[in-house]
């Protein structure tokens, strides 16, 4: 039996989130599954990984230059020394940092080393110190890489041209199940009732951690603005600046018109709930969030960055805006009310969030994983 180790640096807000579908995938296989990742769930007992056969509860620290790093070198090292694994997919900086250099010998014998790109930190306008930082270490471990998989246009060109890695592939994302996004209408209309937003009234929506670079203050700004006051801004999500984005809610006078949510579960019916979804981030990978505003068929008013420029063609299914300009932000809704589209870009953003599906990107895995280690 083939054996396939899956490295990223957390298991609740990494391998939990993304990668339960593949785990299955390798086990419809007929392959043996196995997870090292630190244990992050706050009660350590709730981690429960389905279709692992096997899982090592790695000390990664997020911080590279802490020394848990080198015991979780260590510790991996001798994983795979034992474990003699055919596949090694690892995931996140850190992860596959360590994973690659814990690796050198066993790919020597046979291993097959992956590396999914979740978006590099050096990119087009990324600050200096990213490219001082963080190219190099990829340049470096390019040449250990057997596949190395990236999710968006510009991190594919990039590393086709400037990392060694034996195989570049672009594959977009991981994957979304389109099916939970449709049908969720009377749970969006419930929803709505409770939060006391009229019908008549537009929602925009956001979904995302409350931080500098997720960038909710645009919106605000942008909609202290306008004219129209008949919006509403919800955000679905936690983080360090939302004592700081509800008082400057207050300061702009959009209180009654702003709702920040926290961490949901029943994200589908925000969706449904929904009448534009926006995204303001100055960076990302390849956005799960707004494949997910596609598939429940919400137009989309989203920065200009790499990812989403892959997503959302202007005009097209969405209006495209400068993140850190809450007048082009402003522009680009406008844009959006005028038009006349709403029905035209509903429609084809439910056809191109099938490009993204979870039975589509899976099947793109399955190939890489067959023709790396057939």
């Known amino acids: 039996m083939k054996k396939v180790l899956f490295v990223a640096t957390l298991v609740k807000n990494h391998i939990a989130e993304f990668h339960l579908p593949y785990l299955k995938l390798f086990q419809d296989m007929g392959w043996e599954t196995a997870v090292a990742a630190k244990n992050d769930y706050e009660n350590p007992a709730d981690c429960v990984i389905p279709n692992c056969d096997a899982f090592y509860d790695v000390p990664f620290e997020r911080n590279p230059l802490k020394k848990g790093n080198v015991d979780a070198y260590r510790m991996v090292k001798r994983i795979i ?3 003699s694994f055919d596949v090694i997919h690892c995931h996140t900086p850190v992860g596959a940092v360590v994973a690659r250099l814990a690796a050198r010998e066993a790919r020597k014998t046979g291993t097959t080393v992956i590396y999914t790109a979740h978006g590099f930190h050096f990119y087009k306008g990324a600050p200096w110190l ?7 270490v990829e340049w470096l471990l ?4 057997d596949v190395l998989i990236t999710i968006n246009r510009e991190d594919f060109d990039r590393a086709k041209r400037r990392l060694k890695a034996k195989k570049v592939v672009y594959i977009p ?5 389109t099916t939970r996004f449709r049908g969720n209408e009377d749970k969006g209309a419930a929803l709505r009732r409770e939060l006391e937003i009229p019908e008549s009234d537009a929602v925009l929506l956001s979904v995302g951690d409350m931080n500098k670079n ?3 203050r645009a919106v605000l700004e942008a909609l202290s603005g306008m ?3 008949n919006l509403y801004y919800v955000v679905c999500g936690r983080g360090p600046l939302k004592e700081e984005l509800e008082a400057l809610a207050r300061e702009k006078g959009l209180g009654d018109r702003v709702r920040f949510m926290g961490y949901r579960n029943d994200i589908p019916a925000f969706y449904a709930m929904a009448d534009v979804f926006v995204f303001p981030s100055f960076r990302e990978g390849l956005s799960v969030s707004v494949m997910e505003a596609m598939a429940s068929g919400l137009p989309v008013v989203c920065s200009r960055i790499r990812g989403n420029t892959d997503m959302v063609e202007d005009g097209v299914n969405g209006y495209l805006m400068e993140p850190g300009n809450p007048d082009s932000i402003a522009g680009a809704l406008r844009r959006l009310e005028d038009g006349g589209k709403w029905e035209e870009i509903s429609r ?3 056809e191109k969030a099938e490009e993204y599906s979870l039975a589509v ?3 793109q895995y399955r190939k890489v994983y067959l023709e790396a280690n057939g």
Do not use: Q
């Open 130 to 136: 990213n490219w001082l930082v963080y190219f190099p």
């Open 142 to 145: 390019a040449p250990l890489t």
């Open 81 to 83: 020394r034992e474990g």
């Open 348 to 350: 084809n953003n439910l």
């Open 227 to 229: 004219e129209n006051r």
């Open 214 to 216: 997720k960038n909710h």
């Open 173 to 177: 994302g991981v994957g979304i199940d």
């Open 361 to 363: 990107i899976a099947e």
